[in-house]
Each structure stands twice: as C-alpha cells, then as structure tokens.
C-alpha cells in the first residue's frame, strides 16, 4: 500500500518555525520529484514547494521563498519542509505529495499522483 505521512504541524506564534516532515512507503520515491501544497479553509489547495528526484533542483511560491526550505533524504524516503518566520496567512492544512515520472508540471496539482493526509499548521499572530 503506498503511503505518505505528514508529521510535524502543530501550533505557533508568528515569526516562529517548524519542520514537516513526509516519510513514504509502499513504493520507492526516490525518482519521483517531490512537493508540498497548502490549503487554507474555503481556499483552493496551492502549491509551495517542490524538488527534483535528485534533490538539485527546489522551486518555491512567491508567498514563501526565502522563508521555507524544502529538502530530502531519499535514503529514508523522506521529504521535509522547513519553514521559518512563519505568518498568520502560513496557517492551512499542508499535504505532500508525488510527482513521478515522466514529471508533470511541479506547480500543478494535478501532476501529483500520490498524496499525504496532511498536517495542520496554526500560526497565532
């Protein structure tokens, strides 16, 4: 059964940090680019972060670069999402996911075949 589990959200006041956290099973990721969306409530789910299979290419919304980082250890099948200085409007249910080959666009959605639950993220102004 192929699987991705989101891990690490939680509660935090603004300007603070946390570290996501997607641990994969069921099939090995490790040629699949990689990427984190968001979803706000009443609010479509957005794009925030995404990696190539090797790790040497990372792509970031607007709304988030210079404050996350994406990266991956494809030794674990896990991904990660740091993310500093976080904001009130950083508040949504966060979700990663697979997109394998032959690579779909990575800022869209529906190139991603496989899914996580998602992990609430709270920032408190």
């Known amino acids: 059964q192929v699987q991705l589990v989101e891990s690490g959200g939680g509660l935090v006041q603004a300007g603070g940090s946390l570290r996501l956290s997607c641990a994969a099973s069921?099939?090995?990721?490790?040629?699949?680019?990689m990427g984190w969306f968001r979803q706000a409530p009443g609010k479509e789910r957005e794009f925030v972060a995404a990696i190539s299979w090797s790790g040497g290419g990372t792509w970031y919304a607007d709304s988030v670069k210079g404050r996350f980082t994406i990266s991956r250890d494809n030794a674990k099948n896990t991904i990660y999402l740091q993310m500093n200085t976080l904001k009130p409007e950083d508040a949504a249910v966060y979700y990663c996911a697979a997109n394998p080959p032959p690579y779909g666009n990575r800022y869209d959605r529906q190139s991603y075949e496989y899914w996580g639950q998602g992990t609430q993220v709270t920032v408190s102004s």
């Open positions: 069921g099939r090995t990721f490790s040629r699949d680019d």
